[in-house]
């Protein structure tokens, strides 16, 4: 079982201004593969913002490449995102994943959601 907890991050910005999101792992963490951010916009389906795995690749959506910045670190069992030059697109609840490889398959597990809402 792995928790996670979005520690800080979350906010009102204006366009073009900057957050930082952090999320905290617990449990079995060393089980950990990737952890990711997602996010969900009111009346929209949760889509996929960034990912980094133990080994530190990463990936990003294209809407947010350039922009935002994962970065994890695996002995704090910590994941953040960067997210800057914000666009009020980018409003939206963000949520922290983790993902967990086993032989049986992939579990994910998912933090409480953190809303950004960013003013044009």
């Known amino acids: 079982q792995v928790q996670l907890v979005v520690e800080s991050g979350g906010g009102l910005v204006q366009a073009g201004e900057s957050l930082r999101l952090a999320c905290a792992a617990s449990?079995?963490?060393?089980?950990?593969?990737?952890m990711a951010w997602y996010r969900q916009a009111p009346g929209k389906q949760r889509e996929f913002v960034a990912a980094i795995t133990s080994g530190g690749n990463t990936n990003y959506a294209p809407s947010v490449k350039g922009r935002f910045t994962i970065s994890r670190d695996n002995a704090k069992n910590t994941v953040n995102l960067q997210m800057n030059s914000l666009k009020p697109e980018d409003a939206a609840v963000y949520y922290c994943?983790?993902?967990?490889?086993?032989?049986?398959?992939?579990?994910?597990?998912w933090g409480q959601g953190t809303q950004v809402t960013v003013s044009s």
């Open positions: 994943n983790a993902i967990v490889t086993t032989g049986g398959g992939s579990i994910n597990y």
């Open positions: 449990g079995s963490v060393f089980s950990i593969n990737v």
